[in-house]
């Protein structure tokens, strides 16, 4: 059984910053992309952005530059720093990986955080 994590969500202000992690445990041979998704009241969940397991990174055009994901192969962590949040921002956000286990790929997703932002 494969279980991801995720903390790090809460409360801030406009222009404040919060850093979510996400743990991933379980049985499996390895981990390929992971990522961070968001879904906001009453709208589609959306990619944030990705991660390969070699480090390459993709965003979404409205968090680019204010965003910063990365993560640690050796602890099957994922981290998503948020800087300069706006309200816009506001949204359960929700950790995705694929896992390898034998010759089989799977994703699997969080139970998500919720990262509110006030004006």
């Known amino acids: 059984q494969v279980q991801l994590v995720e903390s790090g969500g809460g409360l801030v202000q406009a222009g404040g910053s919060l850093r979510l992690s996400c743990a991933a445990s379980?049985?499996?041979?390895?981990?390929?992309?992971m990522g961070w998704h968001r879904q906001a009241p009453g709208k589609q969940r959306e990619l944030v952005a990705a991660i390969t397991r070699g480090g390459t990174t993709n965003y979404a055009d409205p968090v680019k530059g204010r965003f910063t994901i990365s993560r640690d192969n050796a602890k099957n962590m994922v981290y998503l720093q948020m800087n300069s949040l706006k309200p816009e921002d506001t949204a359960v956000y929700y950790c995705k990986a694929n896992f390898r286990w034998v010759s089989s790929l799977k994703d699997y997703w969080g139970q998500g955080t919720q990262v509110t932002v006030s004006s």
């Open positions: 379980g049985r499996f041979s390895g981990i390929n992309d």
